[in-house]
């Protein structure tokens, strides 16, 4: 069994909101990430599938399928984007780094053909990071 | 949906491996220049593991603001800038990384609730790290 881990960036603003708390609760909880003016960052993120080497091609997964399977899914999605205004999943649900890798990894899971899904991770900064393994 | 948070720490601080139960020569031989009289540092990259349920109405596994604070008061105001040796928590063991990485992740066991402490790993330089992990880690602890 290898594990393939392929990382990508993306940059894109967001902020903390929940309408059904009061201004003060949201303060409370958020802190400055309730600006609603929204703040950046540069985002990381690193996508690990796992499976057996194949013994033709000796890949695990064919890279040039899974970068583009994460442009699509994710960078072309992301990158210098709003999370909060563009991305549909975040109309619903704060634009967390814990929500983002389980929004990712939906995202990836159904199209992957070749090779398992088997770690999400993204770093909001050096500082953060959040990593989802597909468990309910 | 369970998730995983990490959370990074930096803090300067100064040890010796030395232990009483050895002879001069046999301390130099086991540690080496980690042994040298007056002491070495580093920079720890101390990261802090934890898992929970997404709380759908924040996003969050934890606040930030609740881990960082504990760590300040619990871990960091202890260790950060200190020499290791002089403290009670090393009074009796060697402050090697292990066993610092278990001091810390007892702190962080006997008193963080806010959500379930999984691992704490610590960088002591570009070479080594060291890591707690808790038990029936499962399939998480495949790749780390």
Redesign the interface.
Same mark, same amino acid.
């Given at each position: 069994m290898i594990?393939l881990t392929r990382r990508a960036d993306f940059s894109a603003s967001h902020y903390?909101h929940?309408p059904?708390?009061s201004p003060e609760e949201n303060q409370r909880?958020?802190?400055k990430c309730c600006n609603l003016n929204g703040h950046g960052h540069n985002y990381t993120l690193e996508v690990?599938v796992?499976g057996e080497v194949d013994a033709t091609t000796g890949f695990v997964v064919d890279l040039k399928d899974l970068k583009l399977l994460i442009e699509r899914e994710v960078t072309d999605a992301m990158d210098h984007r709003h999370l909060n205004k563009e991305v549909p999943e975040f109309q619903s649900?704060?634009?967390?780094?814990?929500?983002l890798?389980?929004v990712i990894w939906n995202r990836i899971h159904p199209k992957l053909k070749v090779a398992k899904l088997?770690?999400v991770r993204v770093y909001e900064s050096?500082?953060?990071?959040?990593?989802?393994?597909g468990?309910? | /949906?369970?998730?995983?948070? &990490?959370?990074?720490?930096v803090f300067p601080a100064s040890h010796r491996l030395h232990t009483a139960a050895l002879t001069e020569a046999e301390n130099y031989e086991l540690y080496g220049k980690c042994n040298h009289p007056h002491g070495h540092g580093h920079n720890y990259g101390l990261y802090v593991?934890v898992s929970g349920q997404?709380d759908?109405?924040?996003? /969050?596994?934890c606040?930030? &603001?609740d881990i960082d604070a504990f760590v300040q008061r619990e871990v960091l105001d202890a260790f950060d800038h200190q020499n290791l040796n002089e403290l009670d928590a090393f009074h009796e063991k060697v402050p090697t990384t292990e066993n610092l990485c278990l001091e810390i992740e007892g702190i962080l066991r006997r008193g963080f609730t806010a959500a379930r402490v999984e691992e704490v790993r610590i960088q002591e330089t570009r070479k080594n790290s060291f890591a707690t992990v808790a038990p029936g880690a499962g399939?998480?602890r495949?790749?780390s």
């Open positions: 594990y903390y929940n059904a708390f909880v958020f802190g690990t796992k649900q704060n634009p967390t780094t814990e929500n890798a389980i088997h770690r050096e500082d953060l990071y959040a990593d989802f393994y468990e309910a | /949906m369970k998730a995983y948070i &990490t959370r990074r720490y593991t997404v759908p109405a924040t996003g /969050m596994v606040n930030l &603001t399939a998480r495949e790749l």
